[in-house]
């Protein structure tokens, strides 16, 4: 008589988690693969994380931080599947806020390189000399006010999408995970650096290359647009992947999130620093 060895049963999937190749629902499956398009699941039943940024302390920070921003926005299936294990909330606010460091220090080495650049016209401000004059002038509390905005831009803006990933009907462990994974979510900003250093190279060139700088101001405007659209698409294609019983909720944070962004940017640079500057004003004048 033939006799056959049955494979261990494995525990049941406790969640509404869902297959990245099928968005099948794997709440209570048993096996290590998926019922529906057979699809191993065997990675997935691991309950480490397969994020390198959680083992930073191990293969080095900067390695696991670039290893991490590759695998969202290069490999946003195998990112998605880590919903169904641990996402530390935590690592996900680390993640974000050394994502906004990425954007800050060449946001501050810009203005400083504009602070020292040889006097002349700016870039392509060849009939404006008086503007050109006035903004050299403001330079110094540039490199005080502006860096400061900027933070508050980012936070608010990399804070904002998080509020689309924990739908009430998910477990509490759910939309915590949910919430981490939106912050990993805004790894494309750490390309932000590239347009910069394209700002700063361009500050940095004398007044005789103006015409050079000009070209890489462009090019670095053209980046940002790019760079913009990457961000909007991770962020949508992720919270589609992780929540498949929410896409509704998905295709509303796309719509509205660009309308947000831009309504958070008006507060931050337009808003508040006229606020500011009145309170000032009145100050000086009350005393």
Same mark, same amino acid.
């Given at each position: 008589?033939r *006799?056959?060895?049955?494979?261990?049963?494995l525990?049941?999937?406790?969640f509404?988690?869902?297959?990245?190749?099928?968005?099948?629902?794997?709440?209570?499956?048993?096996? $290590?693969?998926?019922?529906?398009?057979? $699809?191993?699941?065997?990675?997935? &039943?691991?309950?480490? *994380?397969?994020? +390198?940024?959680?083992?930073?302390?191990?293969?080095? &920070?900067?390695?696991?931080?670039?290893?991490?921003?590759y695998?969202?926005?290069?490999?946003?299936?195998r990112?998605c599947?880590?919903?169904?294990?641990?996402? $530390?909330?935590?690592?996900g606010? &680390? #993640?974000?806020?050394?994502?906004?460091?990425?954007?800050?220090?060449?946001v501050?080495? #810009?203005?400083?390189?504009?602070?020292?650049?040889?006097?002349?016209?700016?870039?392509?401000?060849?009939?404006?000399?008086?503007l *050109?004059?006035?903004?050299?002038? *403001?330079? +110094?509390?540039?490199?005080?006010?502006?860096?400061?905005?900027?933070?508050? /831009?980012?936070?608010?803006?990399?804070?904002?999408?998080?509020? /689309?990933?924990?739908?009430?009907?998910?477990?509490?462990?759910?939309?915590?995970?949910?919430?981490?994974?939106?912050?990993?979510?805004?790894?494309?900003?750490?390309?932000?650096?590239?347009?910069?250093?394209?700002?700063?190279?361009a500050?940095?060139?004398?007044?005789? #290359?103006?015409?050079?700088?000009?070209?890489?101001?462009?090019?670095?405007?053209?980046?940002?647009?790019?760079?913009?659209?990457?961000?909007?698409?991770?962020?949508?294609?992720?919270?589609?992947?992780?929540?498949?019983?929410?896409?509704?909720?998905?295709?509303m944070?796309?719509i509205?999130?660009? #309308?947000?962004?831009?309504?958070?940017?008006?507060?931050?640079?337009?808003?508040?620093?006229?606020?500011?500057?009145?309170?000032?004003?009145?100050?000086?004048?009350?005393?």
């Amino acid at each position: 008589m033939r *006799s056959f060895v049955l494979a261990p049963s494995l525990p049941a999937i406790e969640f509404d988690v869902f297959c990245q190749e099928c968005s099948y629902n794997l709440r209570g499956l048993t096996g $290590d693969r998926c019922p529906e398009c057979g $699809d191993s699941l065997a990675g997935l &039943r691991s309950r480490v *994380s397969g994020l +390198p940024w959680t083992h930073r302390r191990e293969a080095g &920070r900067l390695k696991a931080y670039w290893k991490t921003v590759y695998l969202v926005v290069f490999r946003r299936k195998r990112f998605c599947s880590e919903m169904i294990r641990p996402v $530390d909330y935590a690592d996900g606010q &680390r #993640f974000r806020w050394v994502t906004i460091l990425h954007v800050i220090v060449p946001v501050v080495v #810009f203005l400083a390189t504009l602070a020292v650049r040889p006097r002349g016209r700016l870039f392509f401000l060849t009939h404006l000399n008086e503007l *050109s004059g006035a903004v050299r002038a *403001s330079l +110094p509390w540039s490199l005080l006010v502006f860096p400061v905005l900027c933070i508050l /831009f980012l936070a608010g803006g990399t804070g904002i999408p998080s509020y /689309f990933f924990h739908p009430r009907e998910l477990p509490v462990e759910l939309q915590n995970r949910a919430i981490a994974m939106s912050y990993y979510a805004q790894a494309a900003l750490a390309f932000a650096i590239v347009p910069l250093g394209c700002l700063i190279a361009a500050s940095a060139l004398p007044p005789p #290359f103006e015409p050079s700088a000009t070209w890489l101001i462009c090019f670095a405007a053209a980046l940002f647009g790019v760079l913009f659209f990457v961000l909007w698409s991770d962020l949508f294609h992720i919270a589609w992947r992780v929540m498949p019983g929410h896409r509704g909720r998905a295709t509303m944070m796309a719509i509205v999130l660009p #309308f947000l962004w831009l309504i958070l940017g008006l507060l931050v640079f337009v808003v508040l620093p006229l606020v500011v500057l009145y309170v000032y004003l009145l100050t000086i004048a009350v005393f």
